[in-house]
């Protein structure tokens, strides 16, 4: 199975800027998804950014439109999240993931740790 590391989180002020990394190892698939979930605490997780890794489409939840950016690098095998102009309600623990892929549907199957994005007001 895959594994997923998130990393890059940290304490910004608002209207700063954040890089987070995920890097994948193990078996993939040969259709397959890389995306960004977060939580923040009493919340439901949700959807932040997605990938389709063969065709390199991106889309991103309409609260992080125009801020944040998903990017790939293949021989690293790792996804980044570019996050720009950030807000408070930015904060939250930011999740890796991955699953197979077929038209415009994912069913995200493996799961990083987690990484802590906290913006100050």
């Given at each position: 199975?895959v594994q997923?590391?998130e990393?890059?989180?940290g304490?910004?002020?608002?209207?700063?800027?954040?890089?987070?990394?995920?890097?994948?190892?193990?078996?993939?698939f040969?259709?397959?998804?890389?995306?960004?979930?977060?939580?923040?605490p009493?919340?439901?997780?949700?959807?932040?950014?997605?990938?389709?890794?063969?065709?390199?489409?991106?889309?991103?939840?309409?609260?992080?439109?125009?801020?944040?950016?998903?990017s790939r690098d293949?021989?690293?095998?790792?996804?980044?999240?570019?996050?720009n102009?950030l807000?408070?309600?930015?904060?939250?623990?930011?999740?890796?993931?991955?699953?197979?892929?077929?038209?415009?549907?994912?069913?995200?199957?493996?799961?990083?740790?987690?990484?802590?994005?906290?913006?100050?007001?």
């Amino acid at each position: 199975q895959v594994q997923l590391v998130e990393s890059g989180g940290g304490l910004v002020q608002a209207g700063g800027s954040l890089r987070l990394s995920c890097a994948a190892s193990g078996r993939t698939f040969s259709n397959y998804a890389m995306g960004w979930f977060r939580q923040a605490p009493g919340k439901e997780r949700e959807f932040v950014a997605g990938m389709r890794w063969s065709a390199g489409s991106t889309y991103y939840a309409d609260s992080v439109k125009g801020r944040f950016t998903i990017s790939r690098d293949n021989a690293r095998n790792t996804v980044y999240l570019q996050m720009n102009s950030l807000k408070p309600e930015d904060t939250a623990v930011y999740y890796c993931a991955v699953g197979p892929n077929s038209g415009s549907s994912t069913s995200w199957s493996s799961w990083g740790q987690g990484t802590q994005v906290t913006v100050s007001s």
